[in-house]
């Protein structure tokens, strides 16, 4: 589980805040995946990133702004969220390419609520 | 639609028996079938996956499961339950795009009694 480190792992805000979330992968990996996970609802994915490049934006409320610095970092900005934002969101990373085939794996997870 | 199914939202199964956890998909083509687990305060950790060829995929921690094409089945089981195997279990599939994209079912909580 220490191959991919999220931070932090809870995090109370308000409406009106702007906070980011943090997500660590040492497992030399190339593709980033953010997936929001709420209550009685499956898993959501939301970002991905191959290469540093967002290949995918699941339609995802400008609310949420990720950033991917390099390889191994991503971050998810949040500013003036909902309460019904309030979920675990998960990172995950794949291996190089991230293609389907391969077996993504995920940090602990950032508990997050909103007042 | 495609997705994947978990019909059961609570398995329950003494210690020492064994355990079936279920999902059944509806997707196109020859899709990328997966099981995750979920402790309490934690991420999921990948269980075991299946692309291709032999039905039967073994996994961590004593897990199985078996592709069933005829039935778009794809339970995991394991033949002998262990109390510290009580967790959140998720299905996942992936279509065989370019760049992985897994869709998980709603989860399966099992629960097993000493």
């Known amino acids: 589980e220490t191959g991919v480190t999220q931070t932090p792992r809870h995090l109370v805000m308000g409406m009106t805040n702007k906070k980011s979330l943090k997500c660590e992968q040492h497992?030399?990996?190339?593709?980033m995946y953010w997936y929001k996970q709420s209550a009685k609802k499956p898993l959501e994915l939301m970002f991905v990133?191959?290469?540093?490049?967002?290949?995918e934006n699941n339609s995802v409320p400008s609310r949420f702004s990720p950033e991917c610095p390099n390889s191994s970092h991503l971050f998810l900005h949040l500013h003036t969220l909902q309460p019904e934002d309030s979920a675990l969101y998960l990172c995950?990373?794949?291996?190089?390419?991230?293609?389907?085939?391969?077996?993504?794996?995920f940090g602990p997870g950032t508990r997050l609520t909103v007042l | 639609a495609q997705s994947v199914a978990q019909p059961e939202d609570q398995v329950n199964v003494a210690e020492g028996n064994p355990l079936t956890v279920k999902c059944t998909y509806s997707?196109?083509?020859?899709?990328?079938l997966f099981w995750y687990v979920q402790y309490p305060n934690r991420g999921l950790q990948f269980l075991l996956k299946?692309?291709?060829?032999?039905?039967l995929v073994k996994g961590s921690y004593g897990f199985e499961a078996e592709f069933n094409k005829s039935q778009t089945s794809f339970h995991l089981k394991k033949p002998s339950a262990l109390v510290s195997d009580s967790a959140l279990y998720f299905c996942?599939?992936?279509?065989?795009?370019?760049?992985?994209?897994?869709?998980f079912g709603r989860g399966t909580q099992l629960t097993v009694w000493p």
């Open positions: 995950a990373s794949s291996a190089a390419g991230g293609t389907s085939t391969d077996t993504q794996y």
């Open positions: 497992l030399g990996h190339n593709a």
């Open positions: 990133y191959n290469f540093k490049e967002q290949t």
């Open positions: 997707v196109s083509g020859n899709p990328y």
């Open positions: 299946y692309i291709t060829g032999d039905n």
């Open positions: 996942a599939y992936d279509r065989g795009s370019t760049l992985g994209r897994l869709y």
